[in-house]
């Protein structure tokens, strides 16, 4: 390990060459819609990226595998949960797989590293659900569109439902990275009470799991409700140590992406039941009444045997928010003008039923207040109690000069 | 000041501190004796958690899953000391780096292929689900639980180290290996036992983290850090050193997250503290590590000599 490995010219000359090849044929002739998939698939956190996987191809399914008649061609990339693979690989597909459209994106630190790989070569770019504020704001982009939402407004519809509740004092816990700091933003802008405390706990691949020194201080604090946002497995370990304190009495907990569809079928093995009735917001719930929903849900609960997550939602949508733009652009996805004004228009049966875009490209939607509770069939999964915010835009869309 | 909570903040960073010391102990053995470094140690971590989790889902009793799953990993352990470790003692730590590296990539790849990606978790029996109260201070029961389990094997370790004739050789090794040799003793043998000990040690610790977090793949990677950490600071081979190294972090680590907001309040912006404390708390143990290096270069309690 004492010396570095050169770079090796020979591998060089031919990524050149292969770049080279590929530009040249590349607009000549595209017989498919290339799509680049970049999510987690390794580390704990690849459970989430599996969700999406799956529904990626279900959208694929349900569209015949062809987008205005040509073929759909995914590629799927790790990003390993950093920021730097993220990037990597999102360079390896554009330059080298040459694809049309990158999507995918859990995590908002990871976004915010790969986008400029993405918008510079002239691809468009989706979050499927990474929405952090300098993307919908000063870093906007014409190329760029999300299909989940940005950070701030689903902590936002959380704040207005705990001043529905009035709740006079909050404890704030979140994970300290750009996501993490744009949830708890979200809450201090809408939530009119006292924010008695906030824990800001280290996040990534080594992530902090163990709360007991967090949830002790909250206790303490007098809070009058917890308010947390961990997502992925963070949520499940949250849960069961929140439950495990006895504070499911004391400390009434309100979250926003900490208990969804992968963390529950865990927490109803470990028999974690205070987690039946907790509340959060969101823009989308299994159970939402609309033509797409019915067809996404019960296609991927056909085809994969569990409810979807919102992750899967998400990028459910922006497989088929890209099929409406390639449509509207009759097949040719080199008129990059028309794609874009195509999926402007989100004409297309998302599963979150009709809605908008902003100037940013960030969905005007609305945000419901979901509870946990039982299905027919005694699984645990979530249901809308009553709409929060109607035809929400983000905060930041002002700052965008589009 | 609010004295309960900082007796539950002391509680909850001694029962980090005895996890840390199931895993330290195990490494400052085998890198103390055997002169070896081991850094996968802590996929018997990992193993260990999923063992536990599914003998426990399998049985459904949590008993019946550590005693099988504590067999399991000494068998595991055992087995990756003939068939490896045991070729490399001799050559110099890089190679042991390289080697027990990739031992972690094919123990990570091995539970991603058999258990999948999603992780598992131990369901507690519900009277160990519940809370401890004593007057004003509630601790879960469950973490009491870790905090008297980690006790008890701390003791018989004491115990085995102090007290037996295999402890013996053990303290010889860590502080003579030649002389060891030397004398006669069936040191393959000795090198085997400390290896399966250390593993299974390792792998309690995964068993009893496992119904709080969850078992998870690569789970173990980056608590070794924090367990090297601790093998640098009690003094490399010594489990007295490493009794004391893991709580004194455990404890810093716990009141850094539990305290240092506050403290840095005193003299910056509340906005400011709040992302510096998290950044400067996990930096906290590696500050505490360099500065205990820089007036004891052999930790806080080295053997007495060393070859």
């Known amino acids: 390990m004492k010396t570095k490995p050169k770079p090796k010219p020979m591998g060089t000359i031919g990524t050149a060459l292969a770049c080279a090849g590929l530009l040249l044929c590349s607009n000549a002739y595209t017989d498919s819609v290339k799509i680049g998939f970049v999510t987690t698939l390794t580390t704990p956190a690849g459970v989430i990226g599996k969700d999406m996987q799956d529904a990626v191809n279900l959208a694929v399914d349900h569209l015949g595998a062809k987008m205005a008649g040509k073929d759909i061609e995914i590629f799927f990339e790790d990003d390993g949960f950093k920021p730097e693979i993220g ?111 906030k824990d800001l706990t280290k996040w990534g691949k080594d992530a902090q799991l163990d709360f007991s020194a967090e949830l002790a201080k909250a206790k303490a604090s007098g809070a009058e409700g917890l308010f947390v946002f961990y997502p992925g497995k963070a949520g499940g370990a949250f849960m069961k140590q929140y439950q495990q304190a006895g504070l499911v009495e004391s400390l009434p907990l309100y979250t926003v992406f900490t208990v969804d569809s992968i963390a529950l079928p865990k927490l109803q093995g470990a028999n974690m039941e205070g987690v039946l009735g907790s509340r959060n917001t969101m823009f989308w719930s299994p159970d939402l009444d609309t033509p797409g929903n019915r067809k996404f849900v019960s296609g991927f609960r056909e085809k994969y045997g569990k409810y979807p997550s919102f992750y899967a939602a998400q990028a459910y949508d922006s497989i088929m928010l890209i099929n409406s733009g390639v449509e509207g652009a009759g097949g040719n996805v080199d008129d990059m003008d028309a794609v874009r004004s195509a999926m402007k228009q989100a004409n297309f049966d998302s599963v979150r039923g009709k809605y908008t875009y902003g100037n940013n490209h960030f969905p005007i939607q609305n945000f419901y207040l ?33 | 000041m609010n004295w309960d909570l900082l007796i539950i903040q002391c509680l909850n960073g001694l029962q980090l501190g005895l996890l840390l010391f199931l895993l330290a102990a195990g490494l400052t053995l085998i890198f103390g004796i055997m002169d070896f470094i081991n850094l996968s140690h802590g996929s018997f971590y990992m193993i260990g958690a999923y063992f536990c989790a599914s003998i426990t889902n399998l049985t459904g009793s949590l008993i019946l899953g550590v005693v099988i799953s504590l067999i399991g990993v000494l068998i595991v352990g055992a087995l990756v000391e003939a068939l490896l470790a045991r070729r490399l003692y001799r050559n110099d730590h890089l190679d042991h780096v390289l080697v027990t590296l990739g ?53 018989g370790l004491y115990l085995l180290v102090n007290k037996t004739h295999l402890g013996m050789l053990i303290r010889a090794g860590a502080s003579n290996r030649v002389m060891v040799t030397a004398l006669g003793i069936n040191i393959d043998r000795l090198y085997m036992i400390v290896f399966a000990i250390g593993a299974a040690m390792a792998g309690f610790a995964g068993m ?47 009141l850094g997250r539990s305290y240092l907001d506050d403290f840095l309040k005193l003299s910056m912006p509340a906005n400011y503290a709040e992302t510096a404390a998290p950044a400067l708390s996990a930096m906290m143990v590696y500050i505490l590590m360099a500065a205990i290096l820089a007036f004891r270069p052999r930790g806080l309690f080295p053997p007495a000599t060393k070859s």
Request: with cysteine; aromatic share 8%; proline share 4%.
């Open chain 1, 87 to 197: 990037k990597q690989k999102t360079d390896k597909l554009v330059k080298q797989d040459d694809v049309d459209f990158v999507t995918g994106f859990i995590w908002s630190h990871v976004l915010l590293a790969s986008r400029k790989s993405a918008l510079d070569a002239g691809k468009f770019l989706i979050s499927a659900n990474a929405g952090p504020s300098k993307l919908a704001g000063k870093l906007c982009h014409e190329n760029f569109f999300s299909t989940s939402w940005q950070n701030d407004q689903t902590p936002m519809a959380m704040g207005e439902v705990l001043n529905q509740q009035n709740v006079k004092s909050l404890y704030v816990m979140a994970p300290n990275y750009a996501a993490g700091k744009n949830m708890v933003a979200g809450v201090e802008r809408t939530f009119k009470g006292e924010i008695a405390g």
């Open chain 2, 103 to 155: 031992l972690i990539l094919c123990f990570d790849t091995a539970v991603h292929f058999f258990w999948g990606a999603e992780g598992m978790t131990i369901p507690l029996p519900p009277a160990l689900d519940g809370q401890v109260n004593m007057g004003d201070i509630v601790i879960p029961t469950y973490r009491f639980v870790i905090i008297i389990a980690g006790l008890l094997v701390a003791g």
């Open chain 2, 208 to 254: 009893l983290i496992a119904p709080i977090t969850e078992a998870s793949v690569g789970m173990g990677n980056e608590i070794i850090i924090i367990a090297f950490v601790v093998v640098i600071v009690g003094g490399i081979g010594s489990v007295k050193g490493a009794f004391y190294g893991a709580l004194l972090i455990g404890l810093i680590d716990t």
């Open chain 1, 370 to 402: 979901r509870e946990v509770v039982e299905d027919a069939d005694g699984n645990w999964t979530s249901k809308i109690v009553s709409t929060v915010l109607e035809n929400h835009q983000d905060p930041y869309a002002a700052e965008c000069k589009l």
